[in-house]
């Protein structure tokens, strides 16, 4: 009688702690509440591991034949096969591919946890933010170099410059409105109503900045 008067309890406790998160969920921006963000993250993370994925194929390639033609060597300025071979692609000793197929595989597994209804602690969300703003900065840098030092766009690269930008905008966005990154509320609520906002004009300043890298070549003035 005792143990099912305790199971009864925790049922209880359980079902008013299921409707106190879903009241909690439904107050907040549709983005990141669990359901979307976690398709979000789920769809940049198999972008970004897909191409990671082709990226490591291709350089495996090219490390066993240096005169290797990658599928997406397309000109001189069009080239994953040409920025494989600078120093930049491999900044820390080994190809910076092998970062994206092990980083997206925790995006997505992420993705997938939540849509199965896990719940992560703060200190697993501090530690996301920590991965995905790191690997954020780490493609503003590549994306620079790419741009104004190797002259060289490398098309699988750019997806994942792709990826990165609504996922680090939007972990983000919903670390702040969840409380885990504290901020006012006023700001809190003007990110989570603007997020995609901020997506955009990420995507136009990428646009813009290739544009004028390589003004020449849409100019016809390159001589290629």
């Not at 697993?124 to 690997?135: D, E, R, S």
């Amino acid at each position: 009688m005792p143990s099912a008067a305790r199971g009864n309890l925790d049922h209880h406790q359980a079902s008013i702690s299921k409707e106190g998160h879903t009241a909690r969920q439904e107050a907040l921006p549709a983005m990141v509440r669990d359901k979307p963000f976690a398709w979000l993250l789920l769809v940049t993370g198999i972008a970004g591991w897909l191409a990671s994925g082709a990226l490591v194929l291709e350089k495996l390639q090219v490390l066993q034949d240096p005169n290797h033609v990658t599928v997406c060597d397309v000109n001189p300025w069009i080239s994953c096969g040409a920025v494989m071979k600078t120093w930049q692609s491999s900044l820390f000793g080994f190809p910076n591919m092998f970062i994206g197929i092990v980083a997206f595989a925790v995006i997505i597994t992420t993705a997938v946890g939540l849509l199965s209804g896990a719940r992560f602690s703060r200190g697993y969300w501090l530690g996301l933010q920590a991965g995905v703003t790191l690997g954020f900065v780490f493609v503003i840098w590549l994306w620079s170099q790419a741009l104004y030092v190797i002259n060289v766009l490398c098309p699988f690269c750019m997806v994942v410059w792709a990826a990165m930008i609504p996922m680090f905008v939007w972990v983000t966005i919903r670390n702040i409105t969840h409380g885990v990154i504290k901020a006012p509320a006023g700001l809190a609520k003007v990110l989570g109503d603007s997020g995609w906002i901020v997506v955009a004009l990420l995507y136009v300043a990428v646009i813009a900045t290739i544009f004028f890298a390589f003004l020449h070549v849409f100019a016809g003035t390159s001589g290629y």
